[in-house]
């Protein structure tokens, strides 16, 4: 198929030489573009059709196979139960009863005649007399318990007993001969304990002198004892007392 440009006149210039070979060279190419494409279309329509290769088919062969059945669980049987065993019975052949006692069948004794009636002198009727009652005992109510006694009523019992003890442990005082010939004194704590009738239970020195003579001489004269028995309203228990011993050239 060949195209036709259509030239355009121009009476006053003319083309020149390389335009028109420019021209030329366009026309055949698209010439042979279009015989190329017939030509293709051509042997298309006059070429048989190929015959598609069909892909094979895979077979793939299964076997059916039985499994083996597994065993079946077999339960242990039970035990029997044990069978109690029979008790065995022993016959024992009671023994003979005991005879019997024979009773001794005493004579039947003649009947005694009836022995006369004795009179008997009935005692003359006598009166009662009224018993007198004893008169109730009146009832006798035991004296009323003494109220507790205070802290300060006690303090002041304690302070009395105490004023009774510290002249008898002066006069049981012993001053040591170095003493009186150095002219040297102390004074010495001494605790000890007492009963309610007045007897020394123990005794200690608590608070020492530098001097062990005072010391000894201290706790000699509480020893030696001799104490009175509690005070009346005093608590009736052992009781510990402190007392501070003197002990010098100026005590007797």
């Known amino acids: 198929m060949t195209t036709t440009m259509p030239r355009a006149t121009n009476y006053l210039l003319m083309p020149e030489p390389k335009e028109r070979h420019f021209k030329y060279a366009v026309g055949g190419a698209v010439a042979v573009e279009v015989l190329l494409v017939l030509g293709l279309v051509w042997y298309g329509h006059s070429r048989p059709p190929i015959n598609a290769v069909k892909p094979k088919d895979h077979v793939i062969a299964v076997q059916m196979m ?3 059945q597994p065993p079946p669980k077999v339960l242990p049987k039970p035990l029997p139960k044990p069978v109690p065993p029979k008790p065995v019975l022993h016959h024992v052949t009671p023994p003979p009863p005991p005879p019997h006692p024979k009773m001794a069948i005493p004579p ?3 009947p005694t005649p009836p022995a006369p009636p004795v009179k008997t002198a009935t005692p003359p009727t006598q009166i009662p007399q009224s018993v007198a009652t004893p008169a109730p ?4 109510t035991p004296p009323p318990a003494p109220p507790p006694m205070s802290a300060q009523q006690t ?3 304690m302070g009395r007993y105490v004023g009774l003890l510290r002249p008898m442990i002066q006069q049981n005082l012993h001053v040591p001969a170095e003493l009186k010939a150095m002219g040297m004194s102390g004074k010495a704590t001494v605790e000890f304990e007492i009963s309610p009738t007045g007897q020394l239970l123990w005794a200690k020195i608590i608070q020492s002198s530098p001097l ?3 010391n000894r001489a201290a706790l000699a004269a509480v020893k030696d ?3 009175p028995p509690f005070l009346k309203k005093m608590p009736k228990q052992n009781t510990v007392f402190q007392i501070d011993v003197e002990v010098g050239a100026g005590s007797s």
């Open 108 to 110: 039947k004794l003649a």
């Open 155 to 157: 303090a002041s019992l």
């Open 212 to 214: 062990s003579a005072v």
């Open 137 to 140: 005992k009146p009832l006798v």
């Open 225 to 227: 004892g001799g104490f």
């Open 66 to 68: 039985t499994l083996p």
